[in-house]
T-cell receptor, first 115, second 109 residues
Framework: KAGVTQTPRYLIKTRGQQVTLSCSPISGHRSVSWYQQTPGQGLQFLFEYFSETQRNKGNFPGRFSGRQFSNSRSEMNVSTLELGDSALYLC??????????????FGEGSWLTVV | SQQGEEDPQALSIQEGENATMNCSYKTSINNLQWYRQNSGRGLVHLILIRSNEREKHSGRLRVTLDTSKKSSSLLITASRAADTASYFCASGSARQLTFGSGTQLTVLP
């Protein structure tokens, strides 16, 4: 079956603009999470959604927001882009969060460059 | 923030040799996951080891977990040039994964 699909794969934006990234999880997965990866900070957690509800949020400013739709697809939005927002944004999906844990699968990511 | 450290940060070996990477984490875990990332690409899931498991194998991969030391290791046997990538451990759950800093493995042909 199809893996986690992220669009677009690459994009260039100007400072001050806003951007929306999209993620389609693996069929049947209801948990979708987002991560930012930069050379300096590594992989950092942004937020996680389950059945359209944000269950957890990382330590990012309010310019970073997200949502999940009824079909589990998710979008994240970054407003008023800054140069430091240039990063690889990774989406991950999982069946369901259980005590014993489920495998968490990642997409190929969206490369955002802010100029 | 990074949960723990991975050691070494970079490793260069010859094809056919074994590669061992270590990961330490700070808080109690239910499971630990290992991922591979090729340059500029997404994370590929390699293996999940649960807190009640001490060792797990998958093909040429062997993962060990020592919860008393809060550490895990990933062994890649008979390495190939295609194994060149960054390797990350991650603890947590779907609600939030916390990643190590990663080991950059280079396998020379």
């Amino acid at each position: 079956k199809a893996g986690v699909t992220q669009t677009p794969r690459y994009l260039i934006k100007t400072r001050g603009q806003q951007v929306t990234l999209s993620c389609s999880p693996i069929s049947g997965h209801r948990s979708v999470s987002w991560y930012q990866q930069t050379p300096g900070q590594g992989l950092q957690f942004l937020f996680e959604y389950f059945s359209e509800t944000q269950r957890n949020k990382g330590n990012f400013p309010g310019r970073f927001s997200g949502r999940q739709f009824s079909n589990s697809r998710s979008e994240m939005n970054v407003s008023t882009l800054e140069l430091g927002d240039s990063a690889l944004y990774l989406c991950a999906s999982s069946l369901e969060d259980t005590r014993s844990g489920n495998t968490i699968y990642f997409g190929e990511g969206s490369w955002l460059t802010v100029v | 923030s990074q949960q723990g450290e991975e050691d070494p940060q970079a490793l260069s070996i010859q094809e056919g040799e074994n590669a061992t990477m270590n990961c330490s984490y700070k808080t109690s875990i239910n499971n630990l996951q290992w991922y591979r990332q090729n340059s500029g690409r997404g994370l590929v899931h390699l293996i999940l080891i649960r807190s009640n498991e001490r060792e797990k194998h998958s093909g040429r991969l062997r993962v060990t977990l020592d919860t008393s030391k809060k550490s895990s290791s990933l062994l890649i046997t008979a390495s190939r040039a295609a194994d060149t990538a960054s390797y990350f451990c991650a603890s947590g759950s779907a609600r939030q994964l916390t990643f190590g800093s990663g080991t950059q493995l280079t396998v020379l042909p």
